[in-house]
């Protein structure tokens, strides 16, 4: 059974930072595509980062580049989100997502807030 656990949010001031990690299980994380997604109040969830599974390139949202950095963990069959010099913009929920099967699998989501 595919599952995916969000970790890590919390409260931040602006420029500070936070590492969210995304634990698998049910599939292993080099194999598939993961994405970070966030969704801030009233808005659509958008893609912020994603890791592809073969040679593991990774891609970011423009309003993220410089600043969010995706990786996996092969051995936790984990996939993190560095995020650094986090903006009040940034508050959000942030969601992992990956398909396998043809299935689209959502974790929980953790809450992020930037704020002084």
């Known amino acids: 059974q595919v599952q995916l656990v969000e970790s890590g949010g919390g409260l931040v001031q602006p420029g500070g930072s936070l590492r969210l990690s995304c634990a698998a299980s049910?599939?292993?994380?080099?194999?598939?595509?993961v994405n970070w997604y966030r969704q801030a109040p009233g808005k659509e969830r958008v893609l912020v980062a994603a890791?592809?599974?073969?040679?593991?390139?990774?891609t970011y949202a423009e309003s993220v580049k410089g600043r969010f950095t995706i990786s996996r963990d092969n051995a936790k069959n984990t996939v993190a989100l560095q995020m650094n010099s986090l903006k009040p913009e940034d508050t959000a929920v942030y969601y992992c997502?990956?398909?396998?099967?043809?299935?689209?699998?959502w974790g929980q989501g953790t809450q992020v807030t930037v704020s002084s």
């Open positions: 997502k990956t398909v396998v099967g043809l299935v689209t699998y």
């Open positions: 890791i592809s599974s073969t040679g593991g390139t990774t």
């Open positions: 049910g599939f292993t994380v080099s194999h598939y595509f």
